[in-house]
């Protein structure tokens, strides 16, 4: 850890820090060529570890990518400056500047920024799976994984092959049926979605995936908030032409209870499962916190413990400055124009390892004082989208009663 050259980057970029991109691969599924990497740089990981699926947006988390996956897979890294490729780890960052990063709360509840962000981009569906809750995730020295959904219209040019997403099960359906299922990972296709129940998705909207929850993301790009880890428990055996081995099942399962059927169906928070109100619960239209003539904010995530996010969006030619009281990560998906010190773009097209200036990581301090925001287009908004933990109380905290109203214009 170079103390010296954090502090100076800190110091030079007025609290902000600016993040490299961090690509992640994975091995099933296809990607939707919708994260703006090139086309030849794919498979930069190498072709038996999948395509580049995903970005990870101020990450300090592994990636769990089985045996091939490398050692700093996952991790966001610092740039030290546009003129050279110096950096540093967003995790070394964190462990020397601590709470002048992140804020005391999060400081000394938590000892980092518990929550990251990512974009994750499958033509295909993901396979129907479930995530572990805090609870079984520390019988393997590991965090449980709440998680956000919100798809952004700016990196959405099409739909993939399946824009819907299941959630859960039918209220009608039975403990056995999906434990027979699960048993029959091994027979063949278990058709386990035959009990779940897809909502078809909409752009500019999201949802709150809780712990514990069986689902199955559809095929938009997707902006996904998240507790920082990577915990999946994988239910379904065949998705969208691809075999999913019996170690998917298994993977964050406790030697002793491997393949054991009850004690995986005992990671459903069954009741959350099967609610006749899943929608009314756990859709996530937009709501607006302000509006002016110079930038229109939104909450895209809400009415959780965990983490929250907006969406700001600064119109042509305006100058806003935004202020907020906790450390938040930033990722612009549309114009061009200043961030506090760094220039603000979204890019057309990266290649893997190329430099960015379009994610950032803004201190609590740096929130409070406020950074300007310039939008320097005469006809384009600058959108970007800003990702929070569980200190952000501003956030709403119930969903809208009427989720089928739509925003009035």
């Known amino acids: 850890m170079n103390k010296e050259q954090i502090e100076k980057t800190f110091e030079n970029g007025g609290g902000i820090l600016r993040l490299l991109p961090t690509f992640v691969p994975r091995p099933a599924g296809k990607t939707g060529g919708r994260l703006k990497l090139h086309q030849d740089d794919i498979f930069a990981f190498g072709m038996n570890r999948g395509s ?4 990870w947006l101020a990450s300090t988390v592994l990636a769990n990518n089985g045996s091939l996956t490398t050692p700093n897979e996952g991790l966001s890294f610092v740039s030290v400056d546009y003129k050279s490729d110096e950096k540093f780890s967003f995790k070394d960052a964190m462990d020397f500047l601590g709470e002048r990063l992140i804020g005391k709360q999060l400081k000394q509840k938590y000892g980092q920024f518990p ?3 990512k974009f994750f981009d499958y033509v295909t569906p993901l396979f129907f799976h479930t995530h572990l809750d805090f ?16 798809f952004p219209r700016q990196l959405n040019n099409h739909g993939g092959d399946f824009p819907l997403t299941y959630f859960g099960f039918d209220p009608s359906v039975k403990p056995e049926q999906v434990k027979e ?5 091994t027979v063949g296709d278990n058709k386990i979605t035959e009990l779940s129940r897809a909502f078809r998705l909409e752009l500019d909207t999201g949802w709150f995936t809780p712990m514990g929850i069986a689902h199955a993301p559809g095929s938009y790009l997707t902006y996904e908030p998240q507790w920082c880890a990577d915990v999946t428990s994988v239910f379904e055996n065949y998705t969208a032409g691809n075999v999913n081995p019996i170690e998917k099942l298994n993977s964050v399962i406790i030697e002793e209870k491997k393949n054991d059927i009850d004690y995986i169906f005992d990671l459903l928070d069954w009741q959350a499962n ?17 509006s002016d003539s110079a930038a229109e904010l939104k909450w895209i995530s809400y009415a959780n413990e965990y983490f929250c996010a907006k969406e700001i969006t600064v119109f042509p030619e305006q100058t806003f400055i935004l202020k907020d009281d906790f450390a938040f990560g930033a990722i612009f998906i549309e114009g061009h124009g200043k961030f506090g010190n760094y220039y603000c773009e979204s890019p057309t097209m990266l290649r893997f390892g190329q430099q960015s200036s379009d994610e950032f990581f803004v201190s609590q301090d740096a929130a409070k004082k406020g950074i ?3 939008n320097t287009s005469p006809v384009e908004p600058l959108v970007a989208l800003l990702h929070f933990g ?11 009663q009427n989720i089928y109203k739509k925003e009035e214009d």
């Open 52 to 55: 580049i699926k995903e970005r």
């Open 115 to 117: 929550v990251f962000a």
């Open 135 to 150: 609870e079984h995730a520390a019988l393997i020295g590991r965090f449980g994984k709440p998680e956000a959904y919100f």
């Open 181 to 185: 299922c699960l048993r029959n990972f």
């Open 274 to 290: 099967i609610d006749p109100d899943y929608k009314k619960k756990y859709f996530r239209p937009p709501i607006i916190e302000s």
């Open 372 to 374: 300007k925001i310039v």
């Open 390 to 400: 569980p200190d952000n109380n501003k956030a709403p905290k119930n969903p809208p």
